[in-house]
């Protein structure tokens, strides 16, 4: 899932996966500083610049941007094999720059744009949510700008001018690629993925 700051991507993603129970999520890595009430390992792995460095170094991550502020987010593919060998298919809360990346390295990529219905909603989402800085907003709009040009270089786009209505469209497009959630409850770990073999493609979910 990819498109820009305040299009609703992370509330469209939690509405999914209180629908099906064969979605995970994975946890991107990123070197900002951890905000009032969030939790290593559950939010963000939080890292410091010289230790983000030496993880591209070696390889570590699938993806990895730079972001407004100087602050940088990636996708650690040791996160997503963990996610994999649970049996479950692999959600990404990506920039368009890294679902991109994504799609390149894995064609099997589903890539998910979400937009605002117009950019003064999108303005207002952002100032209403006030996590950041007058000037982080500000770059996030620029950068926004430029995102939305983006919006036919992926698979679907979804307009979220109503949490319901996008929630469902996203869950057909899901239901589409990768198909039924299973009914039944299957073993964890690999006799759980071995169980859904044939059933469903196991897939990521550039978001």
Known sequence: MTGPSGAGKGTLIRALLDR???????????????????????????????????????????????FVAGHRYGTLNDEVDRVLASGTSCVLELETKG??????????????????????????????????????????????RRQMAEAADFDHVITNDDVERAADELEEIVRDEVGACPRTPVRSGLARSRAWQGRRRRRYWAK
């Open 20 to 66: 099906r129970d064969d979605l995970q999520v994975a946890i991107s890595a990123t070197t900002r500083p951890r905000r009032p009430g969030e939790i290593e390992g559950v939010h963000y792995y939080y890292l410091d610049s010289a230790t983000f460095d030496r993880r591209i170094a070696a390889g570590a991550f699938l993806e990895h941007v730079d």
């Open 99 to 144: 679902a991109k990346h994504v799609k390149r390295l894995r064609p099997e990529a589903v890539t998910i744009f979400v937009q605002a219905p117009t950019f003064a909603e999108l303005e207002r989402r952002l100032r209403e949510r006030a996590t950041e800085s007058a000037g982080e907003i500000g770059e996030r709009l620029d950068l926004a």
